[in-house]
């Protein structure tokens, strides 16, 4: 059963909304800010000795479109609540559209994060392309991540006593293991096997996890793509007298952007 309710008293959204978002462009790496608690309300740890912090990505909500109508969107969470979102008040738009590893040309670009096998392997659950206009979303990278998504630097040590100082992670980060980040140009050689660029001539294999890997093409979005019955995933930043204001939303579409029809 639908609840509609007004956004002047939508004080579900209170809690979530009250500490504001902080975002960027890639969809697979957390957010670095510049204190230990930020004006976000997201948690970070110590900036202790120039050590570089980490934070929890914002925690967003899975929404169903009910309706659309240019510029305006309206969806329905999952307390059943109907909230309208115009298209101005959407800081970043994104869609992730299904695709295949059979997709991929030597003009496209890939993200992918995951454990290093050795070798330059990296196992992963899954793959995001972007092609064409798309591919300036991202910029080229080879990171290698801990804890939360944490980068090593000449002062995080990370358990590796260089400067003879360890840097402690918290009981949480302890139990993730160690990650590499890349964004790079897909390399096609017939094999049928993925790899991406890294720096200089250097090049990693994309090896599919053991529960397989799934792979979407990431697009600038647009309302005109919504549709009735589309899933999106959104960090809402605030409530305007008319709109959900929203820091970035992620509309998942069920078929390839070549098969759709606006």
């Keep these: 059963m639908k609840i509609r309710v007004r956004l002047a008293v939508a004080t579900a959204l209170g809690l979530l909304i009250a500490?504001?978002?902080?975002?960027?462009?890639?969809a697979q790496i957390g957010i670095v800010t510049p204190n230990p608690y930020g004006a976000d309300g997201a948690y970070n740890t110590f900036n202790t000795?120039?050590?570089q912090q980490t934070r929890l990505p914002p925690q967003g909500i899975w929404a169903e479109i009910i309706s659309v109508n240019n510029p305006w969107i309206v969806i329905q969470n999952q307390a059943g609540q109907e909230f309208p979102i115009a298209a101005d008040q959407i800081r970043q738009f994104l869609i992730r559209w299904p695709s295949t590893t059979n997709a991929?040309?030597?003009?496209?670009?890939?993200?992918?994060?995951?454990?290093?096998?050795g070798s330059n392997v990296v196992i992963a659950d899954h793959?995001?392309?972007?092609?064409g206009a798309d591919q300036s979303l991202v910029s080229p990278a080879v990171n290698n991540l801990y804890g939360f998504n944490r980068t090593l630097s000449a002062f995080d040590t990370d358990q590796q006593n260089t400067y003879g100082v360890v840097y402690w992670m918290?009981?949480?980060?302890y139990a993730i293991p160690s990650r590499m980040h890349l964004v790079g140009n897909s390399i096609v050689d017939g094999s049928g096997v993925v790899k991406v660029t890294g720096f200089g001539q250097n090049w990693y294999t994309i090896q599919p996890s053991a529960n397989g890997m799934s792979v979407t093409q990431v697009t600038q979005g647009s309302i005109t793509y919504a549709k009735p019955g589309d899933l999106i995933y959104f960090i809402p930043a605030g409530l305007t007298p008319k709109s959900l204001s929203v820091a970035q939303l992620v509309l998942y579409k069920k078929i390839p952007i070549g098969q759709f029809q606006p």
């Design 170 to 173: 918290t009981p949480e980060e």
């Design 104 to 117: 991929l040309t030597n003009r496209s670009v890939i993200e992918v994060t995951g454990p290093e096998a």
């Design 127 to 131: 793959l995001d392309v972007y092609e």
């Design 49 to 51: 000795g120039g050590l």
């Design 19 to 26: 500490g504001g978002s902080v975002f960027q462009a890639s």
